[in-house]
C-alpha cells in the first residue's frame, strides 16, 4: 500500500478518462487548477472510442427543436477544426432524396407536419429537409465549411453507387475526427500543463470529510489515497454507479444507456464522400469512407440494460445496418461484406423520453453542494466536449476565484500547430525528409501525429533504423512514443485506440506487439501517470 499523494490537495479530482473527463482536465489545468484523474481502463476505452466519429451539427436533432444544442455543436465544429487540424478534417454528406420513402416518427416536426399536411402521409418533403440545411448552414457562423447544394445523381459520381430511383440529392457539410486520439491528445495536453493522469486506476471510494474529498483509488502503484477539494464525475456509462457506489450518494438522477452499434464494411465505393441515409423507421444512418480501405456504417440507438462493459453489436444490429445500407445502394450489402463490428453504449440524461432515439442528446451538469462540491456530468456529444468542459468549470468557478478565465477556442491540441488546410504540405514535406515513407504511411503518421510525426521519425533515413517492424507500417519507434507519450500499455490500446491498424494487421502481428509492450523495459514508462517530458 502506499500514500504517495497523502498530504497534498488537489483541486479537482476527475473520475472518467473518457473525452469528458479528459476535457475537463485540459481546461481546469490550463486555469492554473491541480487536478487528479483516474480512469479504470485505458483512455476512450469506452464510449469515447465507439462513436460515429463526426464533429457534427446533429442535422436530424432539428426534427426534436433542440437549437441550442445543434447551434452550439454547429459553433464548435470550425473551432475545433483549427485546433486539431491532423485529426479532424471537413467532409461532404450526400442526402439522397426519396418520392416514394415514408417515415415512421415521433417527433415533434413529424407530429406537426401530420396535422399541417396529413395528405403527406409521413413523408419528409424536401423543401422541410432543405429548410433544415438552410438553418444547418447558417445557425453555426460558418466560415470555413462550404454551404449546401443540390446533387442530381444520375449525373454526380455520388450517384453510381445507389439504386437508380435515387435521381436527386442534397450535400451539406459536416466533419469527421479521430475520436480516441482526440481522447489522448486532451489527456496529454492536461499531463504536460502539470495533471496528473492515472489509466489502469479504479476509484474504490470516496467521500466528503473536513471540508474536502477523500478519495481511494487501486492501479499499478498499489492503494493510493487523494485529497481533493472538489469532486468531477466524469464516468460516462458508470456515472451513476460513482454516484451511488462510489460517493455512496441517495440522487433522483440517473442514466439512460443507449447502445450505438457500427459496422466496417469492405469499401463500398470510390469517392471521398459520405452518405446520410434516411429510414422508413424514422431513422438514419451514415455509410462514411473510413481508414482508405473500408467503409464505416451506423449507428443503431438500442436501450441497453447489461452491464456498461459488456457491449458488443448484436447480429439483429448487424442485420439492421446491412438491410437499412441494402435499401440504398444498388448491391446489397451482406454479413459477407463485413470485416470488423463494434458498440458503445451513450450514457444520456434520462430525460423519460419514450424511445432511446429521442432522449435528449444534449449534457446536463449536476452539481450536489452539500459539503465539498461534486459535479455530475451525464450525457453530452464528442462535438461539444469543450463547450461542456468550459460548462463543468463555470459551474465549479465560485469555489475556485483563483482559476483563470475560460482559453481553450482554437488553442492547438498537440501536433495540431499547422493551418487548417495544411495537411497536404505538411505530408510532402514529411516524404521529402523521409525518402522511405509511401504515401499511405506518410499520411497515415500526419492524421495521427501531425507535426509531431517527424519527431517520432527523427532523423531515420530508411524504415529499419525505426526498429521493430509490426506490420501495417507501424514501427517500433512509433510504440515507443505512445507507451511514454499516450499511455499504451497493450496491443489493443495501440491497434484499435490510438490507431485502427487492426484492420490491416494479422493476429499474430497483434500478439508479437502485445509481447513487446509487456516485456520492454519501456513498459514501466507506460504506466507511469504522466507522460514523459517533453
Known sequence: MTNGTAGVVSDLFIIGGGINGCGIARDATGRGLSVTLAEQGDLAQGTSSASTKLFHGGLRYLEYFEFRLVREALEE??????????????????????????????????????????????????????????????????????????LDLTRDPAGKPLKDKFRKAFEYSDCWVEDSRLVALNARDAAMRGARVMTRTRVTSAERRDGLWHVTTQGP???????????????GPWVEDVIRNVARINSSEGVRLVRGSHI???????HDRCYFFQGADGRIIFAIPYEQD???????????????????????????????ASQYFAKPVTKDDVVWTYSGVRPLYNDGAKSATAATRDYVLSLDQTGAP??????????????????????????FPQAKPAWTARVPLPGGNF???????????????????????????????????????????????LGQDFGATLTEAEVRWLMAREYAVSAADVVWRRSKLGLRMTADQIERLDRFMAHDVGADAARAVSPAAE
Not at 483549427?82 to 415521433?106: G, K, N, Q, T, Y
Not at 416536426?109 to 447558417?138: C, E, F, Q
Not at 464528442?382 to 465560485?398: M, W
Open 77 to 150: 465544429r470550425e473551432t475545433l477544426l483549427v485546433a486539431m487540424p491532423h485529426i479532424s478534417w471537413p467532409m461532404r454528406f450526400v442526402l439522397p432524396l426519396s418520392p416514394d420513402m415514408r417515415f415512421e416518427s415521433e417527433t415533434p416536426t413529424s407530429r406537426l407536419l401530420r396535422w399541417v399536411m396529413p395528405w403527406a402521409k409521413g413523408r419528409r418533403p424536401d423543401w422541410l429537409i432543405r429548410l433544415g440545411l438552410y438553418l444547418y448552414d447558417t445557425m453555426g457562423g460558418r466560415k470555413i465549411l462550404p454551404a449546401t447544394r443540390t
Open 221 to 235: 502503484h498499489g492503494t493510493e489515497h487523494h485529497q481533493a477539494r472538489a469532486l468531477v464525475n466524469a464516468g
Open 264 to 270: 466496417v464494411t469492405k469499401r463500398l465505393f470510390d
Open 294 to 324: 473500408f467503409t464505416l456504417i451506423g449507428t443503431t440507438d438500442k436501450d441497453h440494460t447489461g452491464a456498461p462493459k459488456d457491449v458488443h453489436c448484436t447480429d439483429e444490429e448487424r442485420d439492421y445496418l446491412l438491410a437499412f
Open 374 to 399: 461534486l459535479l455530475n456530468v451525464f450525457g453530452g456529444k464528442i462535438t461539444t466536449y469543450r463547450r461542456l468542459a468550459e460548462s463543468a468549470l463555470a459551474k465549479l468557478a465560485p469555489f
Open 419 to 465: 493551418p487548417h488546410d495544411g495537411v497536404a504540405a505538411l505530408i510532402a514535406s514529411l516524404k521529402a525528409a523521409h525518402p522511405f515513407l509511401t504515401d499511405y504511411w506518410a499520411a497515415r503518421l500526419v492524421r495521427a501525429y501531425g507535426t509531431e510525426a517527424a519527431t517520432i521519425l527523427g532523423n531515420a533515413t530508411t524504415a529499419e533504423a
